[in-house]
Nanobody, 124 residues
Framework: QVQLAESGGGLVQAGTSLTVSCAAS????????MGWFRQALGKEREVVAA????????SYADSVKGRFTISRDNAKNTVYLQMNSLKPEDTAVYFC?????????????????WGQGTQVTVSS
C-alpha cells in the first residue's frame, strides 16, 4: 500500500508559477500511474493531469493544457505538477493519486490511493 503526501501549495499572485510535489512511500513507486486532481470550494473534484508509470505518457485537462506540466522522478518517488500562468480559477485543494496494476486505457479511470491535499490560492 502506498502513502502519498503533497507539499508546495501556497498563496500566489495571478500570472505567477508554483510547483506542487507529491512524495510516495510504502510501495514501489514505478508500479503506479499517477494523477493530480483539484477541488475548489463548492465544486466537484476534477482531474488536472496524469502520468504513466515511466513518464512516457501524460494527459491534461483542457483548462490547464499549455500551462501545467506533470512530471515524475522515480528515483525520488515523487511526482510534480508545475503550474505556470496561474489564474484565480486555479484556486483549489490539489490532490495526488496513485493507480497500481494493469490499466486498459490511459489515463486511468480510477485511482486506488489518495493524498490529503495541498491548498493553492491564486489572488487576482
Amino acid at each position: 500500500q502506498v502513502q502519498l503526501a503533497e507539499s508546495g501549495g501556497g498563496l500566489v499572485q495571478a500570472g505567477t508559477s508554483l510547483t506542487v510535489s507529491c512524495a510516495a512511500s510504502g510501495g514501489t513507486f514505478n508500479n503506479y500511474h499517477m494523477g493530480w486532481f483539484r477541488q475548489a470550494l463548492g465544486k466537484e473534484r476534477e482531474v488536472v493531469a496524469a502520468i504513466n508509470w515511466d513518464g512516457t505518457r501524460t494527459s491534461y485537462a483542457d483548462s490547464v493544457k499549455g500551462r501545467f506540466t506533470i512530471s515524475r522522478d522515480n528515483a525520488k518517488n515523487t511526482v510534480y505538477l508545475q503550474m505556470n500562468s496561474l489564474k484565480p480559477e486555479d484556486t483549489a485543494v490539489y490532490f495526488c493519486a496513485a493507480r497500481g496494476g494493469v490499466i486498459s486505457r490511459f489515463p486511468p479511470g480510477t485511482y486506488n490511493y489518495w493524498g490529503q491535499g495541498t491548498q493553492v490560492t491564486v489572488s487576482s
